[in-house]
Nanobody
Framework: QVQLVESGGGLVQAGGSLRLSCAASGRTFSRYGMGWFRQAPGKEREFVAAITWRGGTTNYADSVKGRFTISRDNAKNTVFLQMNSLKPEDTAVYYC????????????????????WGQGTQVTVSS
């Protein structure tokens, strides 16, 4: 069982930055692939970024590539999402998720691949 708690959301002006954190419980955190998703009002949840359990591979949605960076610190059971050059369209509730599944490369962008989800943290970008 893994519990995930996100933090770091807030209100920021367009062009600003935020760093989201996701703290995980459980001693096997380092064996989980991790992802960030977001859901804006009236829209479906969408993939943002993912990272393999060792952190050697990262993947991003086209909409955030070059602006967002996902990373993890397995010693601290934490995954991060550094968000730079934020835009109003980045406004959403951001969720972190953990997967014990295999075949990362074919599944990292699919929310059904993830076993555990956090409660989410609100990010609001004003224009």
């Amino acid at each position: 069982q893994v519990q995930l708690v996100e933090s770091g959301g807030g209100l920021v002006q367009a062009g600003g930055s935020l760093r989201l954190s996701c703290a995980a419980s459980g001693r096997t955190f380092s064996r989980y692939g991790m992802g960030w998703f977001r859901q804006a009002p009236g829209k479906e949840r969408e993939f943002v970024a993912a990272i393999t359990w060792r952190g050697g591979t990262t993947n991003y949605a086209d909409s955030v590539k070059g602006r967002f960076t996902i990373s993890r610190d397995n010693a601290k059971n934490t995954v991060f999402l550094q968000m730079n050059s934020l835009k109003p369209e980045d406004t959403a509730v951001y969720y972190c998720a953990a997967s014990s599944g295999t075949h990362y490369s074919g599944n990292y962008y699919r929310d059904v691949w993830y076993d555990y989800w956090g409660q989410g943290t609100q990010v609001t970008v004003s224009s």
